[in-house]
Each structure stands twice: as structure tokens, then as C-alpha cells.
């Protein structure tokens, strides 16, 4: 009788586990068209920043973004799937925020750095909490290598969000109050 409950939990546990595992790949393949749009937006930020050492750190991020595209390319051949990617709506969304910011401030005011920031910080928070709760799964489902990856893109992640806090309040926020 034993064998037979632990035979019917284990069915349960494999069912339970094909479901996390089919949220975790549409995770990935979420999070994989958010960094390859990403990619895309990033010049525009750079282009459109006043500060040199905001432009500085959106190329910085671009290259890591770069980076990060192809961990997660890793991470799909690791869990011996196709990478592909899935539309994000909400980093679609994220990037016409962006956007918008670049249209409504004026060119080479620090007030259009300062909406640069905030709306690369939404960014930076979507990201680390995708990355965050994926490696969380990845670790349930004992993809452990896959775990060490994402923990990777998600320290990066939060690197650039500081040094973006560490921007606005070193001097740009200032800036633009003095506008």
C-alpha cells in the first residue's frame, strides 16, 4: 500500500514539476526577448543622455545586456531547449516609457537624464525580478549550473541599478532641479 501512495505522489510530483518546468522555459523565453529589445533601446538612451557619465554607463549596460543574451542562449542549451523568445509586454512596455521620456523633455537638459534614470531603473527592477525568480525555480528544478547563471546576470542586474542611484544622487537629480 505504501508503494503504491508513493507511486501516486510521485505522479503527482512529475505533473506538478512538467507545469513549473513549462513556466520556467516561458520565463526564460520572456525574459530573452526583454534583453534582445533591450539591446535595441540602449543606444537610444545613450544617444539621448546629457551626461557623459550617464551615456557611460548605458554603453556599459548595453555590452552586458549583450552578455546577457547569450547566457541566457547558455541557459537554454543547458536545459536542452531551443532559445526563443516570447513578447514581453512588460518591457515593451518599460521601452515606450523610455521613449516617451526622450520626446517630452528637452535635448541636453539634465531633467531628461533624470527621467532616463527613472524609467532605466523600472527597467533594471522588471529585469531583477524576472532573473530573481528564475533562478529561484532553477534551483527547485536542480538546474543548478543554470541557478549559478542567472545569479550572475542578476548581480549585474543589480550593479546597474546602483550605479544609476549613484548617478541621480551624485549630481544629475541636482542638475535638474536647478533647470
Not at 532605466?120 to 536542480?142: D, F, T
Request: a negative charge.
Amino acid at each position: 500500500m505504501k508503494d503504491s501512495n508513493n507511486s501516486f505522489w510521485g505522479a503527482i510530483a512529475g505533473q506538478e514539476s512538467e507545469k513549473l518546468q513549462e513556466l520556467f522555459v516561458d520565463g526564460l523565453k520572456d525574459i530573452y526577448w526583454a534583453e534582445k529589445h533591450l539591446v535595441k533601446a540602449l543606444p537610444k538612451m545613450a544617444k539621448a543622455a546629457t551626461s557623459d557619465d550617464l551615456r557611460s554607463a548605458f554603453e556599459q549596460h548595453l555590452t552586458e545586456t549583450e552578455g546577457h543574451v547569450s547566457k541566457l542562449e547558455k541557459v537554454f542549451d543547458l536545459i536542452d531547449h531551443k532559445a526563443q523568445a516570447k513578447h514581453c509586454p512588460a518591457m515593451e512596455g518599460l521601452i515606450k516609457e523610455g521613449e516617451e521620456v526622450i520626446e517630452s523633455t528637452d535635448k541636453g537638459t539634465f531633467v531628461r537624464d533624470c527621467g532616463l534614470i527613472m524609467a532605466a531603473q523600472k527597467v533594471e527592477h522588471y529585469e531583477i525580478g524576472s532573473y530573481g525568480s528564475l533562478r529561484s525555480v532553477a534551483r527547485i528544478l536542480g538546474y543548478h549550473e543554470v541557478a549559478e547563471v542567472l545569479q550572475t546576470i542578476l548581480d549585474e542586474e543589480g550593479a546597474a541599478d546602483k550605479k544609476l542611484t549613484d548617478l541621480a544622487e551624485s549630481h544629475i537629480n541636482e542638475e535638474a532641479a536647478q533647470e
